[in-house]
């Protein structure tokens, strides 16, 4: 498969460019200069092609395409929240207090409650976001306070 996969360089085309600068080398050719012409034939950047002469050498030549594939990785899992405790810390949240307060609050309430999980405080602001728009939160801030303070 030649073709990139979302915007990235398929490992066989890379092995192909580090085959063609190879080739160049052994042919008398600079370093840089056969840099240069493999990156304009191939569209691949000359850092890149850098990049790739590093990670195989030293690796005989038909491992160039099993050494320069990108890694897989497995997909991250969704970190998860008790329902009372991310419903408190939004109630929370929406009330117009800091999401720091909020989030300790939770804590202190989710330990007396036996909530748990809990995540940490980042993941919580996150789930905020996705669930109250930032102008709701602003102007909740902004509301008038009890007993007159501003």
């Known amino acids: 498969m030649s073709e990139s996969i979302r915007g990235h360089i398929a490992a066989d085309k890379k092995a192909s460019a580090i085959a063609d ?19 304009e034939r191939t569209g691949i950047s000359r850092r890149s092609l850098y ?9 005989k030549a038909d491992e ?6 990108r890694k897989e990785s497995a997909p991250r899992p ?8 991310l419903k408190r810390f939004l ?7 800091e999401v720091t307060v909020c989030y300790r609050k939770v804590l202190v309430e989710a330990e007396a409650n036996g909530w748990s999980p809990i995540p940490s405080e980042r993941t919580l602001r996150r789930e905020l976001d996705r669930q109250v728009s930032w102008q709701d939160r602003y102007m909740a801030r902004r509301a008038a306070k009890p007993n007159g303070k501003v």
């Open 91 to 97: 109630e929370l949240a929406r009330s117009g207090a």
């Open 51 to 59: 990049t790739y002469l590093n990670k195989t050498r030293g690796i």
């Open 78 to 85: 969704r970190v998860r929240c008790h329902p009372d405790a």
């Open 21 to 39: 600068i190879e080739t160049l080398i052994k042919g008398g050719t600079r370093t840089l200069a056969a840099m240069k012409e493999v990156a």
């Open 64 to 69: 160039w395409e099993s050494a320069l594939k």
